[in-house]
């Protein structure tokens, strides 16, 4: 019964080590939930987001909600690119995307604050 009950103990080990590969290499490109990392948008390393970027991330990320069946709530209030882009130099920062994710995540509190009066 010590040997099954190891095998078990082992094999539920293996199975959960292999099932957080592929999360963590899906948390690489896109996330499907959650806030979104600056790395996630600068996908050519330079240190900033330009506006092609920030679109084709956040229409990656909206296709792979869609497929799962998992609708974004509230993508009409996300923020456009010009509204991240504070200095409008055509480039977002890491400062200027960590500014607007701090402002979005002040609003999403208040709202929710709100509802609950």
Do not use: C, W, Y
Request: proline letters at 3%; zero cysteines.
């Amino acid at each position: 019964m010590r040997k099954f009950t190891k095998k078990i103990g082992f094999s539920f080990v293996v199975a959960t080590a292999l099932s957080l590969v592929p999360v963590s290499l899906i948390a690489e490109d896109v996330p499907s939930t959650g806030p979104m990392s600056f790395s996630a948008f600068d996908k050519d390393k330079d240190g900033f987001i330009s506006e092609a970027e920030h679109n084709s991330v956040r229409e990656a990320r909206q296709e792979q909600r869609a497929s799962q069946n998992r609708a974004m709530r509230n993508v009409q209030n996300a923020p456009n690119f010009g509204e991240i882009d504070s200095d409008k130099d055509g480039k977002i920062s890491k400062m200027e995307f960590l500014e607007n994710q701090n402002k979005q995540m002040q609003e999403n509190r208040s709202n929710k604050g709100s509802k609950n009066r």
